[in-house]
């Protein structure tokens, strides 16, 4: 069974960054995508980064040029540098990891932007 789990989350300011970490049971390289998502209350799940194991990455719209999302193969962990935080980026943000056909996600870690 692969375990996800991500770390790092807090209570930040506007304009303060954070940096999330997913670190996934296994060989990173037997995920074909690792990614992050969020869902802030009443909203539906987004895709906010994703990242292939060739390192291609993917980015939504709203966090292009703020987000950097990042892996260190040797601990099969994946990054998310966020900067320039804004109360709307105020969600739960979930990893997943896709090997094969199966998805795998973590429990989720809270980022709340408030002054």
């Known amino acids: 069974q692969v375990q996800v789990v991500e770390s790092g989350g807090g209570l930040v300011q506007p304009g303060g960054s954070l940096r999330l970490s997913c670190a996934a049971s296994g060989s990173i390289f037997s995920f074909r995508t690792m990614g992050w998502y969020r869902q802030a209350p009443g909203k539906q799940r987004e895709l906010v980064a994703d990242?292939?194991?060739?390192?291609?990455?993917n980015y939504a719209g709203s966090v292009k040029g703020r987000f950097t999302i990042s892996r260190d193969n040797a601990k099969s962990t994946v990054y998310l540098q966020m900067n320039s935080l804004n109360p709307e980026d105020t969600a739960v943000y979930y990893c997943?990891?896709?090997?094969?056909?199966?998805?795998?996600w973590g429990q989720g870690t809270q980022v709340t932007v408030s002054s």
């Open positions: 997943n990891a896709i090997k094969r056909l199966d998805v795998y």
């Open positions: 990242i292939t194991s060739s390192g291609n990455t």
